[in-house]
């Protein structure tokens, strides 16, 4: 079972980036993999954010966490 989650990050070298007007979605190899080719990320305010693909609801209750170094 994979866990999905949102962080701020610096991009990897083989990081593919998908930029929606000024955010910048990070996907590594993996990512992709599991995720396909559509991702669609979702806020709530009282529920936080929802990754659904085209199949089916992925995580939800979703923080974005600050990168740990």
């Known amino acids: 079972m994979l866990e ?4 701020l ?4 070298v083989d990081d ?3 930029i929606f007007e000024k955010v910048h979605v990070l996907l590594d190899e993996k990512a992709l ?3 396909g080719r559509y991702l669609k990320i979702d806020y709530y305010e009282n ?5 659904i693909n085209s ?3 992925l ?5 974005i966490k600050k ?3």
């Not at 990050?9 to 990897?12: S, V």
């Not at 529920?47 to 990754?51: S, Y």
């Not at 995580?59 to 923080?63: S, V, W």
């Open 4 to 7: 999905f989650q949102l962080a």
């Open 55 to 57: 199949s089916q609801t």
């Open 9 to 12: 990050d610096e991009q990897a």
């Open 67 to 69: 990168k740990t170094t």
């Open 47 to 51: 529920q936080g954010f929802r990754l």
């Open 59 to 63: 995580a939800y209750g979703l923080r």
């Open 33 to 35: 993999e599991e995720i």
């Open 16 to 18: 593919e980036v998908f």
